[in-house]
Nanobody, 122 residues
């Protein structure tokens, strides 16, 4: 079975940086062989798309709210996808989820991690 485990969340002040990790495991699952993405759910709000990295050409896509501040990347050797969060704001607060197999911002795949909490204080 596919397992996605996020880590790296925590409490950070506005303007600081944070890097989230999502390690994939399973018999054959590879982050390098799947589209990978990050979604987040702010408190009291619906889940929203954050970033995506494709497996074919390693293209990246970002929500407008994070573009220029966040960077998604992957390390195939470690079977891990990352989300580098720079210049964070309180609006970035939420539970961040790793997703495997998404086709786009509104088309998540069926595999999710448990999430890691990010809290940005002002």
């Amino acid at each position: 079975q596919v397992q996605l485990v996020e880590s790296g969340g925590g409490l950070v002040q506005a303007g600081e940086s944070l890097r989230l990790s999502c390690k994939a495991s399973g018999h054959t699952v590879r982050v390098g062989g799947n589209n990978m993405g990050w979604f987040r759910q702010p408190p009291g709000k619906e889940r929203e798309f954050v970033a995506q990295i494709t497996w074919v050409h390693i293209n990246t896509y970002y929500a407008e709210s994070v573009k220029g501040r966040f960077t998604i990347s992957r390390d195939d050797a470690k079977n891990t996808v990352y989300l580098q969060m720079n210049s964070v704001t309180p609006e970035d607060t939420g539970t961040y989820y790793c997703n495997l197999g998404l086709a786009g911002p509104s088309q998540p795949g069926n595999y999710w991690g448990q999430g890691t909490q990010v809290t940005v204080s002002s």
